[in-house]
């Protein structure tokens, strides 16, 4: 009796490579559309006006002190019952998040100066374990504060009347951003860290990204 050769092996062997050729094709295409996505120009969303300010250690702090650092900004005061421990701890985030090679810095402000002296931001920042050689809490004149948060940094700090107060530490209504600048500080991105839909998880990995893609390109 004639025999039928034995082909379907190599037939299986061919129609599998065809397979996994098509799958590697498509992982390529995709990683290639995922880093154009990440490479686009992030938009310049305002400039920093020049500001001096005062740091946890009573030293002055000046834009200069930031120029060629990509930095991360929000506003909190210490005395906050509300969202400013969940927003210091997710800095702390961040902090943690950012390789050691990077030269970015992190910078919260006070809405409270009054209260928050230099030897209380850096009570403050040391019980959340702020590194202070990248992470600054800077305090100084209410209307230096008012205009780097709100007028530079889209940062709104609003005071809340006495009559209007739930308690002792309901001092003010601000928001709840952290932003982004770059080194020629420029206003390169805003991340909202609280509200419906949400989700810091989420939000994190997206600040850092632009982090890196600033400290890397355009």
């Known amino acids: 009796m004639a025999t039928i050769p034995n082909k379907f092996p190599a037939v299986l062997l ?36 020049p500001f001096t300010l005062t740091n946890q250690d009573g030293r002055v702090t000046t834009l200069a002190d930031l120029t060629n650092h990509v930095w991360v900004a ?15 701890g997710q800095m702390k985030s961040v902090q943690d998040a950012l390789p050691p090679a990077s030269a970015a810095r992190l910078v919260t402000l006070t809405t409270d100066p009054d209260f928050d ?50 308690n002792a530490a309901d001092l003010f209504i601000h928001a709840t951003l952290f932003v982004v600048v770059d080194q020629q500080a420029r206003l390169r991105g805003i991340f909202e860290t609280e509200g419906e839909g949400v989700e810091w998880s989420q939000v994190r990995p997206r600040l850092v990204e632009t982090v890196r893609q600033l400290e890397h390109g355009p």
């Open 14 to 49: 061919i129609i599998i490579g065809l397979f996994l050729g098509l799958a590697v094709t498509i992982l390529l295409f995709l990683m290639m559309q995922l880093a154009g996505v990440r490479q686009q120009p992030l938009p310049v969303l305002g400039e920093i006006a």
């Open 74 to 88: 929000d506003i909190i005061f210490t005395r906050c019952a509300g969202p400013c421990p969940v927003m210091t």
């Open 117 to 166: 002296t230099p030897p209380v931001l850096k009570r403050y920042g040391g019980h959340y374990g702020a590194d202070f050689n990248r992470w600054m809490f800077l305090t100084g004149a209410k209307g230096e504060i008012a205009a780097l948060a709100a007028g530079s940094l889209k940062l709104s700090a609003i005071p809340v009347q006495p009559a209007d107060q739930k």
